[in-house]
């Protein structure tokens, strides 16, 4: 709850920026000047990174007796207050072999915010670097020795965005359940599906809940990277995208990305590696078609609610890596637990990623995508997944006469215009061809969008 409220604070207010959203109230106490902040990038390039306080300062971190003492910058911020809300509803009625699945629900969710006046403090830098001039870390330090393990980034906490009075987070729920032996989302993809059928059941919930925020509570916060060398010397990454890490025999390029070849209905279409993960859906394919359907409609359903999207994403990355097998097998009896369902294992590792893949490619999706995606149909999937193949298999402008059946209807023309608009994507045409015009914020974006596209529409392959 107090997550989600910060979370639409900086997407409100610096959706481009540098500020990160606290997604605990805990943190904050951690989240003071000059704080280091752990920083951990993610199973995908694509995905934004995880940042994790620590109990420990920069100060901490350096050789010496000295204590920093940082310089520090207090100004008004803005007066923030927020209420956002949604109306959810859903119908799925299905067999999976002999075991029918039904599940209707609807219900309604707001969330308000009124974070009142905030304050920002910012870290004189200038006078960090007089401060911390010659000064080395200390490799021997139980946090350092701990990282360099991984292939974590050390941050320092350069500003703050806080509280300065008391203020608080409303959230109301109405929900309402119908269900009759209900599939886990990961039990679909084993191989033979055990399933707790219980009789019909009504659940109705309302909750409405209220977090009272004490004053100078962080609520968003920036950093500057380290870049950490092995005889302990460092230098602050003060240049807007430079990547900071600690020096080893092999430093890793951050500016380079292998790239594979990968297949797209048949053509060829940039991939990119992650280790000896390549970015492969095609196991999707290979799924039983009862088993692709209802992934594809639950996988419709999930994209509604980004935090359940978030969390199925957070199992499926903890499953696919290995690093923490009896979390994710308790997450998993979570997940099943909540859909009153029996756990198996899934079919095969390559099953597995794939709808890793998928999931981690839809949870970087903005909102509109998400939920232009989460109504468009089988057949429409399909061709606009066609169109993205063909207009990257040429440098030329695509001619209009090669252009998807479906897409020469005018109507649906707009939706795959709308679809690439909420990506910074702009579909233009003219008389003799078709081409994509992609915008500096489009990032990575339109690459996650073929993604997801392409293994929807490998799992609702055959449904039209």
């Not at 934004?48 to 003492?69: A, C, I, M, N, V």
């Not at 099943?336 to 990623?353: I, K, Q, Y």
């Not at 999931?359 to 399909?382: C, G, I, Q």
């Not at 606009?384 to 109507?411: A, G, Y």
């Amino acid at each position: 709850m107090f997550s989600k409220a910060t979370a639409n604070f900086v997407r409100q207010i610096d959706p481009d920026g540098s500020l990160i959203h606290v997604s605990r109230v805990n943190d904050s106490q951690k989240l003071v000047s000059m704080a280091l902040i752990v920083k951990r990038n993610r199973f995908w390039f694509w995905q934004r990174p995880k940042y994790q306080p620590t109990d420990f300062t920069l100060s901490d971190l350096l050789l010496g007796d000295k204590e920093l003492s940082p310089g520090l910058c207090e100004t008004e911020f803005l007066t923030y207050k927020g209420t956002f809300g949604d109306k959810l509803s859903g119908k799925l009625d299905t067999k999976a072999g002999s075991v029918h699945v039904a599940l209707e629900g609807q219900g309604t969710s707001k969330l308000q915010s009124c974070f009142g006046k905030l304050k920002k403090e910012e870290l004189d830098v200038k006078k960090l670097l007089r401060d911390s001039r010659n000064r080395l870390v200390d490799m021997q330090h139980v946090l350092v020795q701990q990282l360099e393990k991984r292939a974590d980034v050390l941050a320092v906490v350069k500003e703050r965005i806080l509280t300065t009075n008391s203020c608080s987070i409303t959230q109301t729920k109405k929900e309402q359940c119908i269900f009759k032996g209900v599939l886990g989302l990961l039990d679909i993809l084993g191989s033979s599906v055990k399933v707790c059928v219980k009789e019909s059941n009504n659940i109705e919930t309302d909750s409405d809940v209220s977090l009272e925020i004490p004053s100078d509570t962080v609520i968003a916060y920036s950093i500057l990277e380290l870049e950490i060398k092995k005889n302990g010397q460092y230098d602050i990454c003060l240049q807007p995208g430079t990547i900071g890490g600690f020096e080893s025999d092999s430093w890793p390029s951050h500016d380079s990305l292998n790239t594979v070849d990968g297949k797209c209905n048949g053509e060829n279409v940039p991939a990119l590696q992650n280790g000896s993960q390549m970015m492969d859906l095609s196991p999707l394919a290979e799924l039983p078609q009862l088993t692709r359907r209802d992934l594809f409609k639950k996988l419709q359903v999930t994209m509604r609610d980004r935090t359940t999207l978030s969390y199925l994403q957070h199992v499926l990355e903890k499953l696919c890596s290995g690093d923490s097998p009896a979390m994710a097998n308790q997450d998993m009896d979570r997940l099943c637990s909540d859909s009153h369902t029996e756990c198996s294992r899934p079919a095969s590792a390559a099953h597995l990623n794939a709808v890793h893949l998928l999931v981690s490619a839809m949870e970087e999706l903005p909102d509109e995508t998400l939920s232009l995606l989460s109504e468009s149909r089988a057949d429409f999937l399909e061709a606009f997944d066609t169109l993205m193949c063909r207009l990257k298999k040429s440098s030329e402008p695509l001619p209009i006469q090669h252009l998807p059946v479906l897409l020469q209807d005018n109507q649906t023309f707009q939706l795959a215009e709308q679809l690439l608009s909420s990506t910074n994507v702009t579909l233009r045409r003219n008389a003799d061809g078709l081409w994509m015009d992609t915008g500096d914020k489009a990032g990575v974006l339109p690459l996650i969008l073929c993604l997801s596209t392409h293994g929807l529409c490998l799992l609702c392959n055959g449904m039209m």
